[in-house]
């Protein structure tokens, strides 16, 4: 059973950082990932990064987060800097399996005040 563990969500303020952790068990996955969602908006992706360690970011947060994962721990890290009250969502974690599975997370909510 596939199972994905968010944490490190809160409310920090402007210009402050934060670092989410995605903990995934039960498969090996190929892209891991971070979206977000934000009341009365779509769901958007902020980064994502592949087994071989290439990543991929939103314009609005490069610069700004850094995605990495550890997999060994099969564990996907979002770091969190230079916050803004526009990177108030929640975040999920999305993980795709060698299948070709797609996955996520509870959810995490990240509220950033000015």
């Known amino acids: 059973q596939v199972q994905l563990v968010e944490s490190g969500g809160g409310l920090v303020q402007a210009g402050g950082s934060l670092r989410l952790s995605c903990a995934a068990s039960?498969?090996?996955?190929?892209?891991m990932g971070w979206y977000r969602q934000a009341p009365g908006k779509q769901r958007e992706l902020v980064a994502s990064?592949?087994?071989?360690?290439?990543?991929n970011y939103a314009d609005s947060v490069k610069g700004r987060f850094t995605i990495s994962r550890d997999n060994a721990k099969n564990t996907v890290y979002l770091q969190m800097n230079s916050l803004k009250p526009e990177d108030t969502a929640v975040y999920y974690c999305?993980?795709?399996?060698?299948?070709?599975?797609?996955?996520w997370g509870q959810g995490t909510q990240v509220t950033v005040s000015s």
């Open positions: 999305n993980a795709n399996s060698l299948r070709g599975y797609t996955y």
């Open positions: 039960g498969s090996i996955f190929s892209i």
């Open positions: 990064t592949a087994w071989g360690g290439s990543t």
